[in-house]
C-alpha cells in the first residue's frame, strides 16, 4: 500500500466526514431556526387601559371638594329657612346673575359696578403692597445681614406689628388728608411685617460656611447678596410675600368701609345700608374668590422662582 492511500485513510478515520462532496443539485433541508425566523411576526395586541384607577384618584380629588360645598349650601340653606332675614342659595344666586350681568356700569361716582369696585380695590392693594415690598424686603436682608441693626428694630418691629389695622388709618388721614392715600398706608404699614420677619429669617439661616467661602474668596458685599443671600433667601422671602398679599387683601376692606369712595368695601358697607344682604353674601364669596386668585397666583411665582434657582 502506497503512502498517500495511508495518508487519505488516517484523514478519514480522523474527521469522520465522507470523502465525496454532496451533490450540489440537492437541497439542503430547512432547520429549525431558520423555520422559526421564517415564520410571520404576529403583533400582539396592546393592553387594555385600566381606567379604574385614574377615575378612583379624579374622584379623590374632586368629590371631597364637592362634598364640603354641598354641605356648606345645606347649612346655609337650613339657615335661611328657620332665620328671617337671611337669603337662601338661589335667591343669592338669582341676585349674582343679575349683578354680574353687568358688572362695569357707571352711574355716577357713588353708584357704580362691582367689576369697578373690585379693579379700584386690587389698585389700592397693588400700590400699598409694592411700597411695602421695597421697604421690607431690603430691609429684611439688612436686618438678618447686620446684628446690630436686628438688635435695634426688633422692639420696634415687635412692639408696631400687633397694632390693629383700623387703628392706622386716622394715622393716614391726618397726614395725608385723602380717603385714597390714607388706605394705601394702612394696606403699607399692615403688609411689610411678614416681608420683614420672614426675609430676615431666610438670612439668618443661611449656612455659615456660605459666609466662610466668602470671606476667604474676599467677595464684596454686592456678590454676597446676589450669589449667596438671595437664592437662599428666596423661599423665605416668597413666603412672606404671600403672607403679606393676604394681610393687604384683608385691611383694604375694613379701611374702605371707613373711607367711603369706590371700592368692595365701601360696596359692602353701601350695600347694608340699602338693605341688600343678598348683595353682602355675594361680596363675601367675591372677596374669598379674589384672594384665592391672588395667593394662587404667588404660588405659581414661587413655584418658578425655586425651580429657576434649584436649576
Known amino acids: 500500500m502506497s503512502a498517500a492511500s495511508l495518508s487519505l485513510k488516517a484523514d478519514d478515520s480522523e474527521t469522520g466526514a465522507p470523502l465525496l462532496p454532496a451533490s450540489p443539485a440537492s437541497p439542503a433541508k430547512p432547520t429549525e431556526s431558520h423555520m422559526t425566523s421564517a415564520a410571520p411576526v404576529v403583533a400582539s395586541k396592546p393592553a387594555p387601559k385600566n381606567l379604574a384607577e385614574p377615575l378612583g384618584r379624579a374622584m379623590r380629588i374632586i368629590l371631597p371638594p ?6 356648606l349650601l345645606g347649612i346655609w340653606a337650613i339657615v335661611a329657612m328657620t332665620t328671617k332675614g337671611i337669603p337662601g342659595p338661589l335667591a343669592v344666586w ?61 422692639p420696634i418691629i415687635s412692639l408696631l406689628r400687633p397694632v390693629s389695622p383700623l387703628a392706622w388709618l386716622p394715622i393716614g388721614l391726618l397726614v395725608f388728608k385723602r380717603a385714597d392715600p390714607a388706605a394705601t398706608w ?43 443671600l438671595f437664592p437662599s433667601v428666596l423661599p423665605y422671602m416668597l413666603t412672606g410675600i404671600r403672607l403679606s398679599i393676604g394681610t393687604a387683601w384683608l385691611v383694604i376692606v375694613a379701611a374702605e368701609m371707613l373711607t367711603g369712595g369706590v371700592g368692595i368695601g365701601f360696596w359692602v358697607w353701601d350695600e347694608w345700608n340699602n338693605l341688600k344682604v343678598e348683595h353682602i353674601i355675594i361680596a363675601i364669596f367675591v372677596i374669598g374668590l379674589v384672594g384665592l386668585l ?18
Not at 357707571?106 to 357704580?112: H, R, V
Request: contains cysteine; aromatic residues 12%; glycine residues 8%.
Open 186 to 228: 394702612t394696606i403699607f404699614i399692615c403688609s411689610i411685617w411678614p416681608m420683614i420677619l420672614n426675609t430676615a429669617q431666610g438670612v439668618q439661616r443661611v449656612p455659615q460656611d456660605y459666609m466662610n467661602v466668602a470671606r476667604v474668596l474676599n467677595l464684596s458685599e454686592w456678590k454676597i447678596l446676589t450669589k449667596i
Open 94 to 154: 338669582q341676585a349674582a346673575a343679575s349683578l354680574f350681568a353687568d358688572p362695569f356700569y357707571s352711574n355716577g361716582p357713588n353708584d357704580q359696578g362691582i367689576g369697578w369696585n373690585i379693579l379700584s380695590s386690587l389698585k389700592r392693594v397693588g400700590i400699598g403692597f409694592g411700597f411695602a415690598a421695597a421697604v421690607g424686603i431690603p430691609l429684611g436682608f439688612l436686618i438678618g445681614r447686620f446684628r446690630f441693626l436686628n438688635a435695634a428694630l426688633d
Open 294 to 311: 391672588l395667593e394662587q397666583a404667588l404660588l405659581l411665582i414661587a413655584r418658578k422662582f425655586s425651580h429657576d434657582s434649584n436649576s
Open 66 to 71: 364637592v362634598l364640603g360645598f354641598a354641605l
